[in-house]
């Protein structure tokens, strides 16, 4: 039965994504080429929408959602949201944490773990949804690499959580890479780092809360894969420059890589393989910590 779910998120995303892109070019949320920007054409931002809209159907085709689905879904709303906003009418940084904040304190709050714990989970959500809009610089990227944390959460997890997330993901990443030809936006970037670290809070990490502190720490860094790498590596070097640490520049890996004239599909490819050895490194520890 989730094999069918996934099925049906797929084919949500492979159909309803050029819908969104005729959407886009109407109401004129468009991607316009310059600065650092590395396309060449003007390029519609929709796949967004159809992932938080995916999400929701899915969550409501699902005959036994839990109680994580209503709270992970209110706040996929709130994130959704504020990232199309910013999207049409540029918001501050200090707004778009604040109501990040917000929404993963909705997630973590039902979770029955220790305080210390509550709040580094609640950082760490936050956390995600910035990162894995901080890496959306190039074709496919942040959508590979919310796919590979689905595909590797699903292995030790809940199938009924991340088949139909898989589904989905892979049907807009097939309009996204390797020639994007529509953007996911601030507000479809901050919801797959947002989805992506909910459901690893309610389906996974809940057993990992016995662990020592610095453990669930390391554990949580290293899950958190190249998006929150790459993400802290940047925020350390602006700080260092005296740069607000949320100012954008070309300093990310894979602008490394490309600069470096690997292709788009070479630094996909290194980039994900190394998300995979994070994640592996990550699952693998708290199961030596957890049986040993």
Request: one cysteine or more.
């Amino acid at each position: 039965m989730f094999f069918f779910y996934a099925f049906v998120n797929f084919l949500w995303g492979l159909i309803a994504t050029p819908v969104s892109m005729s959407l886009s070019r109407t109401f004129r949320l468009l991607d316009v080429p310059g600065g650092r920007k590395q396309h060449q054409i003007v390029t519609p931002r929709g796949a967004g929408l159809v992932l938080w809209t995916g999400y929701l159907l899915g969550s409501l085709l699902n005959a036994n959602p839990g109680v994580a689905i209503p709270y992970i879904a209110t706040g996929a709303t709130a994130v959704f949201l504020v990232g199309y906003l910013d999207d049409m009418h540029p918001l501050s940084a200090v707004k778009r944490l604040f109501f990040h904040l917000v929404a993963a304190a909705w997630v973590v709050y039902p979770i029955p773990v220790p305080l210390s714990q509550r709040i580094l989970l609640l950082l760490w959500i936050t956390g995600m949804t910035n990162a894995y809009n901080l890496i959306d610089g190039m074709d496919g990227l942040s959508l590979t690499m919310a796919f590979l944390t689905a595909l590797v959460a699903w292995w030790g997890g809940n199938p009924a959580t991340w088949l139909p997330l898989l589904g989905l993901i892979l049907g807009v990443l097939i309009w996204n890479f390797p020639n994007a030809r529509t953007f996911l936006g601030d507000g479809g970037s901050t919801l797959l780092g947002f989805l992506c670290a909910s459901h690893l809070a309610w389906d996974l990490f809940p057993r990992f809360f016995g662990m020592r502190f610095p453990v669930l720490l390391l554990v949580l860094f290293l899950v958190g894969g190249v998006p929150v790498m790459d993400t802290l590596i940047a925020m350390t070097r602006r700080v260092l420059n005296k740069r607000s640490p949320f100012s954008p520049d070309r300093g990310h890996a894979h602008h490394k890589l490309l600069d470096l004239k690997f292709s788009k599909g070479q630094v996909l490819l290194l980039l994900a393989l190394f998300h995979l050895v994070l994640l592996g490194s990550g699952f693998m520890l708290a199961g030596v910590y957890l049986f040993s």
